[in-house]
């Protein structure tokens, strides 16, 4: 399985970007995904996630301000970020746990990583 993460980029505080992540290869079902970033010099920490009903979670310093959202039919996983602010600037990974064929076995799987900077 391979995650594309992208849409990140430089924005002001205030501001608004939306983070795509796109999952690839023989996925046979996807359950939980979700958002972690990792801010210079600090531990990465889960953003958001969200499951398969869908019920979503959110970490409190976002939650009115981050949605997320999935698309099963395309295996996209999304972030739309609101009023940014910047102590959201960081690295933004997403991860997915998928079921894979030949042969069928869960896997959970990492993207790359998109930068978010926000400016103040």
């Known amino acids: 399985v391979q995650l594309q993460a992208s849409g990140g980029g430089l924005v002001q505080a205030g501001g608004s970007l939306k983070l795509s992540c796109a999952a690839s290869g023989s996925i046979f079902s996807i359950s939980v995904m979700a958002w972690y970033r990792q801010a210079p010099g600090k531990e990465r920490e889960l953003v958001a996630s969200i499951t398969s009903l869908p019920n979503t979670n959110y970490a409190d310093s976002v939650k009115g301000r981050f949605t997320i959202s999935r698309d099963n039919a395309k295996n996209t996983l999304y972030l739309q970020m609101s009023s940014l602010k910047p102590e959201d600037t960081a690295v933004y990974y997403c991860?997915?746990?998928?079921?894979?064929?030949?042969?069928?076995?869960?896997?959970?799987?990492w993207g790359q990583g998109t930068l978010v900077t926000v400016s103040s």
């Open positions: 991860k997915m746990g998928t079921v894979v064929t030949h042969p069928y076995r869960y896997i959970e799987a």
